[in-house]
Antibody, heavy 128, light 110 residues
Framework: QVQLVQSGAEVKRPGASVKVSCRAS????????IGWVRQAPGQGLEWMGW????????NYAQKVQGRVTMTTDTSTSTAYMELRSLRSDDTAVYYC?????????????????????WGQGTTVTVSS | DIQMTQSPSSLSASVGDRVTITCQAS??????LNWYQQKPGKAPKLLIY???NLGTGVPSRFSGNGSGTDFTFTVSSLQPEDIATYYC????????????FGPGTKVDIK
């Protein structure tokens, strides 16, 4: 069945980096994007960005731009999200999700319109 | 940036009740609007995409409507397993292809 399996919980010090993995199975990896969403304790959902698994193009939310890098390894159908210079307000559950794409006739020639399969979430705690 | 609001922020209803949640966008987003369900301690689940299309395997008691700036999400007959927080989410077709979530509506059983 289609699923995304994420890496385990992390505890980091302020200023450190964290890299979360998301392994896909049950579908053709490069036919869909991977998005990342986080949820701080007791809060709502916050979109962090996309990676196009076919051409590795990325789109990041302004709030994390400059601190986040999203990558993929197509040989293992795995996506990664690295967040640097961690702060206490980065404490959250981080989710990866499969992005449904639609082609359009103008730049950027595609867009994502939904996240239809989600990973189980990875808890990242930033604490001194 | 487009801002999303939802109302109410929480509600209590009885099993079998019809429940409606509204979502409003700060500008016209056509039908670029999805609804997700998140149960406590679980990942979100896509219920409705493009304002009114039912996701794969989603029960028909869930429905969505609207376009432009005003949208509604309805559960026609609330079931105990529908206890969850529901989020609307809009998407952009231009870079950075942003997704913006509403603040959520928590639904529980009276």
């Amino acid at each position: 069945q289609v699923q995304l399996v994420q890496s385990g919980a992390e505890v980091k010090r302020p200023g450190a980096s964290v890299k979360v993995s998301c392994r896909a199975s049950g579908y053709t990896f490069i036919n869909y994007g991977i998005g990342w969403v986080r949820q701080a304790p007791g809060q709502g959902l916050e979109w962090m960005g996309w990676i196009n698994t076919y051409n590795t193009n990325t789109n990041y939310a302004q709030k994390v731009q400059g601190r986040v890098t999203m990558t993929t390894d197509t040989s293992t159908s795995t996506a990664y999200m690295e967040l640097r210079s961690l702060r206490s307000d980065d404490t959250a559950v981080y989710y990866c999700a499969r992005g449904l794409l639609r082609v359009q006739g103008s730049h950027p020639y595609y867009y994502y319109y939904a996240m239809d399969v989600w990973g189980q979430g990875t808890t990242v705690t930033v604490s001194s | 940036d487009i801002q999303m609001t939802q109302s109410p922020s929480s509600l209590s209803a009885s099993v079998g009740d019809r429940v409606t949640i509204t979502c409003q966008a700060s500008q016209d987003i056509s039908n670029y609007l999805n609804w997700y369900q998140q149960k406590p301690g679980k990942a979100p689940k896509l219920l409705i995409y493009n304002a009114s299309n039912l996701g794969t395997g989603v029960p028909s008691r869930f429905s969505g409507n609207g376009s432009g700036t005003d949208f509604t999400f309805t559960v026609s007959s609330l079931q105990p397993e529908d206890i969850a927080t529901y989020y609307c989410q809009q998407y952009d077709k231009v870079p950075p292809l942003m997704f913006t979530f509403g603040p959520g509506t928590k639904v529980d059983i009276k």
